[in-house]
């Protein structure tokens, strides 16, 4: 498959207001899921408590994996991998550390043969000033050593380089850096931005890294399980990831120091969480890379044995990706014609990378995220990235702002071969705007909210109400696309591509579908084509 532009212009533009598939979600879980992993002795594990075991075990849940060329400096790469999903902002005393029994691992593939060779490590540590108060701070905290934050952590880089999976060398890249702690309220913690900045350290081997709490930068709608939004589809495209944070870490390096070479610049990305037992014995319980692979493409019976695999062999569940059950669910009740199987189209997206775009000679496929590095950043990105004609975004790598779920929709039901449509969630920005500079992420929300919190909560805040606005945004404000009111939204399954028959979606019983009057073109004008 091999990535061209296309002309494509529409001479209207449609607006539907649909209950959600709940067919897909049958299907494994549309949206913000992952499901984690399982080796013999080892827990459940998932992105957005999808799964039953891990969803009491948030530490270890990775939630999210980002990859991408730099904005504003075109010669590193930026990876942010986050974990523990839906923080309640005053979820206190004891916030969101940390786990110290955990090890927070990156894997980059050079080479396309689906083993690492290269892995970041992250390990935490926990230090507390006073154990005799029940206080996470004990005052006003303006600094990272200010003696009023009484619990700190701190955290250590490892680089393992890999051969055949054995570790042929280890360095050490960060050694005890300072964690940017909870956002616990603005009387707490008057100015989180310079704690966020403070927390941002250089690093020999123009290395950049961060680690503490951030907005969750995922942003879709979920509250399809209230059943089906409890018929009251006027709630169909609220962010419901807004106002939740998660702990991050990030890392920005020299793009020539992951990448093959030059002549080889696609890497293959995705992390797992290996935790400590009772026997000193480390065990994966959580991989992710590539977004919501596990959840729509792979059965339920298969789950764990996809995160208990290893990338090397996601051969087994390639049936589920040339045959997807998802697209078939979408046809048989919404009526919008799938795709004739095998899908090599799905192929080059979930497993192998598109052709002429970020797919490594000698490609294994394996679920990661693939990422050519030597791709410029977008002057002005596209939410729907290579859909789009925008290269530098989604399925090439993944930006904060790239909108995954409509990407991920309008590929499954057959948009690079052909078959357009307009699937989405109505759902199109992050309910935060996102920062200009490393590492990126949103600031957190706050815990405290109330009247002293809102007092100065104004552009460029502590709160990350109104941070600065982001060259990876593509120009849409961050609270573009909260409420379906907004004519201009992409809402779910809201497609052109039943034609004059529409989609029957009156089935369901759950459908309110119309047609903006006047409404102009897309706005949209090219796109991938597959061959």
Same mark, same amino acid.
């Given at each position: 498959?091999?990535?061209?532009?296309?002309?494509?212009?529409?001479?209207?533009?449609?607006?539907?207001?649909?209950?959600?598939?709940?067919? =897909?979600?049958?299907?494994?879980?549309?949206?913000?899921?992952?499901?984690?992993?399982?080796?013999?002795?080892?827990?459940?594990?998932?992105?957005?408590?999808?799964? #039953?075991?891990?969803?009491?075990?948030?530490?270890?849940?990775?939630?999210?994996?980002?990859?991408?060329?730099?904005?504003?400096?075109?010669?590193? &790469?930026?990876?942010?991998?986050?974990?523990?999903?839906?923080?309640?902002?005053?979820?206190?005393?004891?916030?969101? #550390?940390?786990?110290?029994?955990?090890?927070?691992?990156?894997?980059?593939?050079?080479?396309?043969?689906?083993?690492?060779?290269?892995?970041?490590?992250?390990?935490?540590?926990?230090?507390?000033?006073?154990?005799?108060?029940?206080?996470?701070? &004990?005052?006003?905290?303006?600094?990272?050593?200010?003696?009023?934050?009484? =619990? &700190?952590?701190?955290?250590?880089?490892?680089?393992?380089?890999?051969?055949?999976?054995?570790?042929?060398? &280890?360095?050490?890249?960060?050694?005890?850096?300072?964690?940017?702690?909870?956002?616990?309220?603005?009387?707490?913690?008057?100015?989180?931005?310079?704690? +966020?900045?403070?927390?941002?350290?250089?690093?020999?081997?123009?290395?950049?890294?961060?680690?503490?709490?951030?907005?969750?930068?995922?942003?879709?709608?979920?509250?399809?399980?209230?059943?089906?939004?409890?018929?009251?589809?006027?709630?169909?495209?609220?962010?419901?990831?807004?106002?939740?944070?998660?702990?991050?870490?990030?890392?920005?390096? $020299?793009?020539?120091?992951?990448?093959?070479?030059?002549?080889?610049?696609?890497?293959?990305?995705?992390?797992?969480?290996?935790?400590?037992?009772?026997?000193?014995?480390?065990?994966?319980?959580?991989?992710?890379?590539?977004?919501?692979?596990?959840?729509?493409?792979?059965?339920?019976?298969?789950?764990?044995?996809?995160?208990?695999?290893?990338?090397?062999?996601?051969?087994?569940?390639?049936?589920?990706?040339?045959?997807?059950?998802?697209?078939?669910?979408?046809?048989?009740?919404?009526?919008?014609?799938?795709?004739?199987? $095998?899908?090599?189209?799905?192929?080059?997206?979930?497993?192998?990378?598109?052709?002429?775009?970020?797919?490594?000679?000698?490609?294994?496929?394996?679920?990661?995220?693939?990422?050519?590095?030597?791709?410029?950043?977008?002057?002005?990105?596209?939410?729907?990235?290579?859909?789009?004609?925008?290269?530098?975004?989604? #399925?090439?790598?993944?930006?904060?702002?790239?909108?995954?779920?409509?990407?991920?929709?309008? =590929?499954?039901?057959?948009?690079?071969?052909? +078959?357009?449509?307009?699937?989405?969630?109505?759902?199109?920005?992050?309910?935060?705007?996102?920062?200009?500079?490393?590492?990126?992420?949103?600031? $957190?929300?706050?815990?405290?909210?109330?009247?002293?919190?809102?007092?100065?909560?104004?552009?460029?805040?502590?709160?990350?109400?109104?941070?600065?606005?982001?060259?990876?945004?593509?120009?849409?404000?961050?609270?573009?696309?909260?409420?379906?009111?907004?004519?201009?939204?992409?809402?779910?399954?809201?497609?052109?591509?039943?034609?004059?028959?529409?989609?029957?979606?009156?089935?369901?019983?759950?459908?309110?579908?119309?047609?903006?009057?006047?409404?102009? #073109?897309?706005?949209?004008?090219?796109?991938?084509?597959?061959?």
């Amino acid at each position: 498959m091999t990535a061209v532009a296309r002309s494509r212009t529409k001479p209207w533009s449609t607006r539907g207001i649909v209950g959600l598939v709940c067919g =897909v979600l049958a299907a494994g879980g549309l949206a913000a899921a992952g499901t984690g992993t399982l080796v013999p002795e080892a827990a459940r594990a998932s992105s957005h408590r999808e799964a #039953p075991l891990i969803s009491g075990q948030p530490q270890y849940d990775n939630t999210d994996v980002y990859a991408f060329v730099s904005p504003d400096k075109p010669d590193t &790469t930026t990876i942010v991998a986050n974990w523990i999903p839906f923080e309640e902002p005053a979820g206190g005393p004891n916030f969101y #550390p940390f786990p110290e029994d955990a090890q927070y691992d990156v894997h980059i593939d050079r080479d396309g043969d689906a083993q690492g060779d290269l892995l970041y490590r992250w390990t935490f540590d926990t230090r507390t000033k006073n154990g005799d108060t029940f206080l996470y701070n &004990t005052g006003p905290v303006t600094s990272l050593d200010d003696p009023d934050l009484n =619990v &700190t952590q701190t955290y250590d880089i490892d680089l393992l380089r890999l051969k055949d999976q054995k570790v042929v060398s &280890t360095k050490k890249v960060a050694d005890d850096l300072p964690i940017a702690p909870s956002h616990v309220g603005k009387a707490s913690m008057p100015n989180y931005g310079e704690l +966020r900045d403070q927390a941002v350290r250089e690093l020999p081997g123009d290395h950049t890294a961060f680690a503490g709490q951030a907005d969750d930068p995922f942003f879709l709608d979920l509250r399809v399980f209230d059943l089906l939004y409890g018929g009251d589809l006027s709630e169909v495209g609220r962010d419901t990831l807004a106002g939740y944070n998660v702990n991050s870490v990030a890392l920005q390096v $020299p793009s020539a120091s992951i990448r093959q070479s030059e002549k080889q610049p696609t890497v293959g990305i995705w992390s797992t969480t290996q935790r400590e037992n009772a026997d000193g014995k480390w065990t994966q319980v959580s991989r992710l890379g590539a977004p919501l692979v596990n959840e729509v493409v792979v059965p339920m019976k298969d789950k764990d044995k996809f995160n208990a695999s290893a990338p090397w062999n996601d051969g087994d569940f390639l049936p589920y990706v040339t045959k997807p059950e998802l697209a078939r669910l979408i046809e048989s009740i919404y009526k919008i014609k799938a795709p004739k199987e $095998p899908r090599k189209d799905l192929v080059s997206v979930f497993l192998t990378g598109v052709k002429g775009l970020n797919q490594p000679p000698g490609v294994r496929p394996a679920e990661a995220l693939r990422l050519n590095t030597s791709i410029k950043p977008a002057a002005s990105p596209k939410r729907l990235g290579v859909l789009d004609g925008d290269n530098a975004g989604y #399925p090439n790598g993944r930006r904060l702002a790239d909108d995954v779920l409509d990407i991920s929709l309008q =590929v499954v039901q057959g948009e690079l071969v052909g +078959r357009k449509n307009d699937l989405g969630d109505a759902v199109n920005a992050n309910d935060r705007e996102f920062g200009r500079s490393f590492p990126y992420l949103a600031l $957190p929300t706050a815990g405290s909210r109330g009247p002293l919190a809102e007092k100065g909560a104004r552009a460029g805040s502590d709160d990350g109400s109104g941070a600065p606005g982001s060259a990876m945004t593509g120009g849409e404000p961050a609270g573009a696309a909260r409420d379906t009111d907004d004519s201009t939204d992409t809402v779910l399954l809201a497609s052109a591509a039943a034609g004059g028959a529409g989609l029957l979606l009156l089935t369901l019983g759950i459908v309110w579908w119309r047609t903006r009057a006047g409404g102009g #073109p897309r706005g949209r004008d090219s796109g991938v084509t597959g061959v």
